[in-house]
């Protein structure tokens, strides 16, 4: 059997215009631009991750914005909300900054005895913050965010399921364990200190998903290197159909829709985002993986202007 899942390695939504993609996450999300390159299945648009200093396997949060796309629902089959980790004490500080920035912030609530603040990104992408005491102290972004607020990475995804059966029995496979029951939400935990948290909300009476700005795409669980294909295994054993294994430049990874819908990601912690970049460098030019970078010319040129800071 291959190592337990640790938690999760990065989640990708869809957004429009990438230029307040890039403000909301590094700006008011204070998330640093760890890579900025292309859609490797459509090179006319951009692929930004955000993350932490180096972008580590668990902090990263990617998009592919479509100038002009439009929304998508949220719904059934897909990670309805995305969840990042904060410590307890910071979230005053985070209540206070989505006010005076005029984010689309709800009031915090609680969640199994976690305060939570849902809020939306500006495609009305459903994100969360969690708070918790145990936040691990991680590697903070340098950003407009101090180090002791700062975002940890993330804290889970929730998935909205007509029916969560095959996803929990998968997820027990994977190395998770059910911590957690209420309402229809159930609550399974890995063992790793980012992003350990997949939430089943089951409801079979909701609308189903559809793609567009503003929904998530997939969720990337880690994995080594050494276990890559034995995941492949697994889930073929649990009658999925998961790609070969692509070769990401960052990581490697295997692709499955599973029976829920949604579409989940096996990709390595290795090499990671400073394998074409120094770290104090990340994000400040497009990068290409070598197979796209004698076409550079043309695809620079046919992305949108995207002004970083410097
Ligand atoms: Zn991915």
Redesign the pocket.
Known sequence: MPTDVPGI??V?AIASDPGPNLEFFTETLGLRLVKRSVNQDDVSVYHLFYGDRSGSPGTSM?LFPYTGARRGRVGTGQVSTVSFLIPEESLDYWVDRFDERGVDADEPRERFGDAVVPFRDPDGLPLELVAREDAASGDPPKGSVPDEHAIRGFFGVTLSLASAGPTATLLKAMGYRETESERGRSRYESSGDLGYVVDLLEDPQAPRGRPGAGTV??V?FRVTEDDQSEWRDVLMEHGLRPTEIID?KWFE?V?ARTEGGVLF?F?TESPGYTVDEDIDALGERLVLPEWLEDRRDEIEAGLPDLQTQG
């Open positions: 390695h990065h990708t990617t795409h997939h990337a990401r990874s692709y990601e990709a």
